[in-house]
């Protein structure tokens, strides 16, 4: 039926490995859209998502909605290439009890910081998780370790976006981009479908590869986190930033969805040898 055709399409975009096989799939759900919106049910009902699938990032199959940790840490400079060095040797500890999504170091927009995600079926699950972690010397050791290391540790609980329900893989190398949206105070429904369309739009131009797309649930609230993945590194970005009319200092999302959006933060990631995400 029509929701699902959109779900379908949409899907099709996101998981475009190149611009030009982008730039078809959003020309036929550009076409799809126009002929649908003239049906005002379907399209409440395909707006509000009430026919999304949800996958997990391993298997396809049907599964509820899971929750994502990001956690940040600052390191002092001094400590961080010992810190670096420490985690790659005994990581192992942490990841047999949860399951990573990827674990990077900045680049650019921040200096002598780690960012991990780490994924869960339920706070439940993670609670388990945390007591667990507690109980394991191994771990304990590292925490012992490191924490002298850290200057700074922040979380949040987010989830994917129902239109951007699975996190996508690079078939390449090269940079990951975080981008930061703190939205304004207006309910989610307000700005929801802009982003999307501003998303797909940056997609279907050849910006990047979307990685994931998420909303906190726990921490900054109405912030908005966007991992995109550019094939050729920094410098392919921003060739392609200048291509599609966007300032180099300013990834704009649009006029409209700019009248939301209170600041945009952008960092880029570098992939620990260990990360899933290279």
Known sequence: ???????ALKTSILHSHTPQQSATMTSVYHSWLTKTVLNRKCLSLYTRNKFTRYFSTTKNVLVSDNLYEFRSYRCHPKSFGE?????EKQIESRLAHSKLIGYWRTDLGALNEVFHIWE???????????????EDTAFQSYLHTVQP????????????FP????????SLTGAYELHTLSMSGAARKQWDNLLQT?????C???????IGAWYNEIGDNNTVQLIWHHEGG???CYKRRKSIQLESSHLAYGDQLNSYIKRIITKTLIPMEFSPLK
Do not use: H
Not at 120 to 134: C, E, F, I, K, W
């Open 1 to 7: 039926n029509a929701e699902y055709m959109g779900w």
């Open 83 to 87: 810190f670096l060095l420490t985690t």
């Open 120 to 134: 869960y079926p339920t706070y439940s699950q993670r609670t388990t998780v945390r007591s667990a972690l507690n």
């Open 149 to 160: 290391m850290w200057i700074e540790q922040t979380n949040s609980v987010l989830r994917l």
């Open 163 to 170: 239109w951007c329900d699975e996190i996508k893989t690079p």
């Open 198 to 202: 501003n998303v797909l739009e940056l």
């Open 204 to 210: 279907r131009l050849g910006y990047g590869r979307l």
């Open 234 to 236: 920094m410098d392919g």
